[in-house]
């Protein structure tokens, strides 16, 4: 379990990273464009080393702890803008940071670890039509979706990627794994994700995205965990998992509308960044 739990941070760390790298890199370059950037190439190329970790952790932890974790990468975009361009925290972004580690420790105790299951039948063939779908409604939306609308197909790409990941069951090695037939709907999901992502960086404010693809890819994945791949809690622990959840949520809403993204949306576009406020409660 400690190894998972390394991996997963491991994972928001890096993802917080690279979302302000995109951010930066899409107000660069429009459209399919942006993926030749140079901070878009090295931000897609540490994601594949976030997903590989990720991997490592959903295979022995729950949906609704793994999504929950990787959410918190919008403590990482906050605090690393506190550092990088010189922004400043207000106390609700203290007390929101405060809540997200305080909520993910009891994750991780509610929980333990719980090796991924065999899928139900149907499952399988259930993935592949969503992900063809959501291929389909993500080609439709890159040239004349709103920013939010896109934010949530990419936020639905990265958990429909997040479900298959969990469902791919292998024993046998890596190789037999990525053989399955559930190794396509991740892929098609993942791709679409960063599609449809990339593509809202590039029309909306990075806070507001990163909402909106952290409270997705924690409810979404997590239902369906609970429902349909076996996730659970330990005995007496269901309601304080999710007053965590939903606190995590609340807080990593509350820290994707801070001003350090903000500041990170003026740096992008090449603007001077403006004086900070002093910060408010």
Known sequence: M?????????????????????AIATRRSHGLSALAQPLVVAALVLDGVGWLLSLV???????????????????????????????????????AIAVVVGAL????????????ITPPAGFTLAM???????????????????????????GLGYSGAAIAARGLHAADGLLETVLQPL?????????????????????????????????????????????VLGDTVRPGWALWAVLAVLAALAACTVLAMSPANRQAEDAGAGAAPSPMTEPTP
């Open 183 to 227: 190794a396509i709907p991740l892929v098609v999901c993942g791709a679409c994700g960063a599609l449809a992502s990339l593509r809202a960086l590039e029309q909306g404010a990075a806070g507001t995205i990163s909402a909106v693809l952290s409270v997705t890819e924690v409810v979404v994945p997590g239902v369906v965990g609970v429902l």
């Open 2 to 22: 400690t190894l998972a739990l390394l991996a997963v941070t491991a994972t928001a760390i890096i993802y917080g990273t690279t979302t302000i790298m995109q």
């Open 128 to 154: 592949m039509v969503a992900s063809l779908v959501l291929a389909v409604v993500t080609v439709a939306l890159y040239r004349r979706g709103g920013a939010l609308v896109l934010a949530l197909a990419g």
């Open 57 to 95: 952790a959903l295979d022995r932890l729950p949906l609704f702890v793994v999504q929950a974790i990787q959410a918190s990468s919008v403590v990482v975009v906050v605090v690393l803008a506190r550092f990088v361009l010189g922004t400043r925290l207000r106390s609700r972004d203290g007390v």
């Open 105 to 116: 420790v009891v994750l991780a105790r509610a929980s333990g670890e719980q090796p991924a």
